[in-house]
């Protein structure tokens, strides 16, 4: 990875939408998707790819009146991503990622994989109860999930630009998001930028003696 290429770009606001990310390229972005890390392995997403025009067109359409601007960044590019986060966690998905683990034998030890899953209730329990903070706590992994997503894809020569400016409630309602016990937290669009419109000016970033120290 050419870090120092990373820290010298822009996020991509303009994309050219006569270019589409080669499936190949899709599915080993999605492979890594699927592979990022969560608190606990909670994994508390769902994620919508939205490769077809009337997908993207769906989505463009019910960003909410204030958020318009942000419909042609989504229809011109490759695909865009609706990344969602559980309203709550029922002990039914608890269970379902227990079975998932027992499954691929990720504790080869019994005993061990029981106490994780003590330890795995208990540290949730906290979140409900102590900090009360179980939804936004689950948010996170989900920026987690879009942090690293990005820096795979450039890895593998894909602009991703995430974008928070949608109305949750109308991308919700148009997807039916919320039957599913979801609701959407962060859009990611992919692509390839306009060459006609790539930011060139230099980033601005305070400088280190403003943002470290070492102690």
């Given at each position: 990875?050419?870090?120092?290429?990373l820290?010298?770009?822009?996020?991509?606001r303009?994309?050219?939408?006569?270019k589409?990310?080669?499936?190949?390229?899709?599915?080993?972005?999605?492979?890594f998707?699927?592979?990022t890390?969560?608190?606990?392995?909670?994994?508390?997403?769902?994620?919508?790819?939205?490769?077809?025009?009337?997908?993207?067109?769906?989505?463009?359409?019910?960003?909410?009146e204030?958020?318009?601007?942000n419909?042609?960044?989504?229809?011109?590019?490759?695909?865009?991503i609706?990344?969602?986060?559980?309203?709550?966690?029922?002990?039914?998905h608890?269970?379902?990622?227990?079975?998932?683990?027992?499954?691929?034998?990720?504790?080869?030890?019994?005993?061990k994989?029981?106490?994780?899953?003590?330890?795995t209730?208990?540290?949730?329990?906290?979140?409900?109860?102590?900090?009360?903070?179980?939804?936004?706590?689950?948010?996170?992994?989900?920026?987690?999930?879009?942090?690293l997503?990005?820096?795979?894809?450039?890895?593998?020569?894909?602009?991703?630009?995430?974008?928070?400016?949608f109305?949750?409630?109308?991308?919700?309602k148009?997807?039916?998001?919320?039957?599913t016990?979801?609701?959407?937290?962060?859009?990611?669009?992919?692509?390839?930028?306009d060459?006609?419109r790539?930011?060139?000016?230099?980033?601005?970033?305070?400088?280190?003696?403003?943002?470290?120290t070492?102690?």
């Amino acid at each position: 990875m050419n870090l120092d290429k990373l820290m010298s770009k822009h996020l991509t606001r303009y994309f050219d939408p006569s270019k589409t990310i080669p499936e190949e390229t899709l599915q080993q972005l999605l492979r890594f998707l699927r592979s990022t890390p969560s608190s606990v392995n909670v994994q508390p997403n769902h994620f919508y790819v939205l490769a077809t025009r009337e997908g993207k067109e769906r989505l463009a359409n019910n960003l909410g009146e204030r958020f318009q601007d942000n419909g042609e960044k989504i229809l011109n590019a490759s695909h865009t991503i609706i990344l969602t986060t559980r309203a709550d966690l029922p002990d039914s998905h608890l269970e379902a990622v227990f079975a998932k683990e027992r499954a691929d034998g990720r504790f080869p030890d019994p005993s061990k994989q029981e106490l994780w899953e003590s330890m795995t209730r208990d540290f949730l329990n906290l979140r409900s109860y102590g900090y009360k903070d179980l939804n936004h706590w689950m948010e996170k992994q989900t920026y987690m999930a879009v942090g690293l997503t990005m820096m795979a894809a450039a890895e593998l020569g894909v602009e991703a630009t995430p974008l928070e400016g949608f109305d949750p409630a109308s991308v919700d309602k148009a997807f039916k998001i919320r039957e599913t016990g979801h609701s959407t937290t962060v859009l990611l669009a992919l692509g390839y930028p306009d060459p006609a419109r790539v930011y060139t000016s230099p980033i601005s970033r305070f400088d280190a003696d403003q943002l470290f120290t070492f102690i």
